[in-house]
């Protein structure tokens, strides 16, 4: 699943200027004339960052309380009298404010290195060396992983990218001591899951749509599978806790 960046403002030019300069590897912009719109991206869609114009609905200023994993940005049309206003958003929890028609040329980039994808993958950073992947192949699988994490992915998925047998891949994947690539394909899913639980925002449910299982209780299987805890504990764990407890000896399942 693409993750997406839903931006509201009320003027063509300004969204327009998020979507030009957005890398399109990176996801895909989706332009909102409300923040109803917004809401229900949000309610229905991996989100990885928001762009909105606080001048066009004020009512936006709660959104970074209920979902402050998912870093929220303000493209306004600021003036030197809106310090009040730029002090409001900043206490919201914004991650940053863009200046309509002074920064349009870099705001696609500028949002696109700080999505909730680049929060995630650097809380998992260092997981390539902690989990011993030190073939080129495992790298590249583990890459693969990421990539595919929202979404349920199968060891066959991950080989036919990387243009090899799923019987290759597992064999090679496992090397060297190596966790079994099902269980960290598990353990990219629940770091992903336990990310956006951490948003007060969604619910069990609304994660488990989100990302594609097959229902709460598939997901608190593989919680419990690799973290041995449950989806309302993941929201305490995030990432970087999911690998953590990974490690603590939940690194093997069934070949």
């Not at 993750?3 to 300004?14: G, Q, S, Y």
């Not at 600021?78 to 919201?92: I, M, Q, S, V, Y």
């Not at 496992?174 to 639980?197: E, Q």
């Not at 969604?202 to 973290?227: F, K, Q, W």
Request: net charge positive; with cysteine.
């Amino acid at each position: 699943m693409t993750a997406i960046v839903p931006v509201f403002h009320p003027r063509r030019e300004a969204r327009l200027a998020v979507q030009r300069g957005y890398p399109r590897r990176a996801g895909t912009v989706r332009l909102c004339r409300t923040v109803s719109a917004v809401e229900q991206l949000l309610a229905e869609r991996l989100v990885d960052a928001v762009v909105l114009d606080i001048k066009a609905d004020g009512t936006v200023v709660t959104l970074p309380a209920r979902f402050p994993r998912i870093p929220m940005f303000v493209l306004s049309a600021f003036k030197p009298e809106d310090g009040a206003l730029l002090a409001t958003c900043h206490a919201a929890g914004f991650a940053g404010a863009l200046v309509e028609g002074v920064d349009n040329a870099v705001a696609g980039e500028w949002v696109s290195a700080r999505t909730a994808q680049a929060g995630r993958r650097a809380a998992l950073a260092d997981a390539p060396r902690l989990l011993r992947l030190t073939d080129p192949l495992q790298r590249a699988a583990w890459d693969e992983v990421l990539r595919r994490a929202a979404q349920p992915t199968q060891t066959a998925h991950v080989a036919a990218a990387l243009r090899v047998t799923r019987e290759h891949l597992s064999r090679q994947f496992a090397a060297g001591g190596a966790p079994n690539l099902k269980r960290v394909i598990d353990l990219a899913r629940a770091a992903f899951a336990a990310d956006l639980l951490g948003n007060p925002g969604y619910t069990v449910r609304a994660v488990v749509r989100i990302l594609g299982y097959a229902s709460p209780s598939h997901l608190s299987g593989t919680a419990r599978r690799v973290a041995g805890a449950t989806p309302q504990e993941l929201r305490t764990l995030g990432p970087r806790g999911v690998l953590v407890r990974f490690l603590r000896g939940r690194t093997r399942s069934r070949p």
